[in-house]
């Protein structure tokens, strides 16, 4: 079965900087440890994909106008306090160890090497709708 983990960031609930305050040992180690996890995921035969998002100045939203023309609004937010900061889709045996992974990938390191302990949501890729449908 495959699980969509999505990483977010929420400003609400932290107790570390953004991450454009850290050092760079501190941004290199975490970006190390994201690396970690997907050699392993790799190994482990349960990687699918996975990356890092930019942040919330970068995203659009998109929206089907009249007639289908695009309408895009643009960042930053200022009322933007949760964002997606990234994501994995995994191959695994169980929603159990798709929690597993999760809960690991929360441990990412932060600033003086403490776990982040983010918040990381965990979805079923859906191959076809349910049966009752």
Partial sequence: MKYMLLMQFSAAGTDFPSIDTWTQDEVRAHI????E????LTAAG???DGQGLGGPQ??????????????????PFAE???FLAGF???DCESPQRAVELAAHISTAPGPGGRPLNMPIEVHPVMSAPPQEL
């Fill in 58 to 75: 970068q995203a659009r939203i998109v929206r089907a106008g009249e007639g289908g023309v695009p309408v895009v609004t643009e960042g």
């Fill in 46 to 48: 349960e990687w699918v």
């Fill in 37 to 40: 996890v997907n050699e392993k």
């Fill in 88 to 90: 994995w889709i995994v």
């Fill in 32 to 35: 190390a440890f994201m690396g």
């Fill in 80 to 82: 933007t306090k949760e």
